[in-house]
């Protein structure tokens, strides 16, 4: 699935056309490599490394949504994982 798809489907970002721009314009990290592609293949048991706000989030692939349904369906996407 695409980076940008599943960043809007687990409810990161209300638009995917946000989601895309971020992922362009930001330092978004897949499995530990930096990525500035919006195409960039995600599948379960990756791991994303994101700047959102004043906080960079880490967090494990769990599953690819089918759609992009409420939140508390979007947050069995995936696991956060402790920066610390």
Do not use: N
């Amino acid at each position: 699935m695409r980076l940008d798809k599943w960043l809007w489907q687990a409810r990161f970002f209300k638009t995917r056309s946000l989601a895309a721009r971020y992922v362009e314009t930001s330092r978004c990290r897949v499995d530990g490599r930096v990525t500035d592609k919006p195409h960039a293949t995600v599948a379960p048991g990756m791991v994303l490394t994101f700047a959102l706000g004043p906080r960079v989030r880490v967090i494990r692939i769990k599953a690819l949504g089918e759609r992009r349904g409420p939140a508390l369906e979007a947050r069995t996407l995936y696991d956060e994982i402790d920066a610390a």
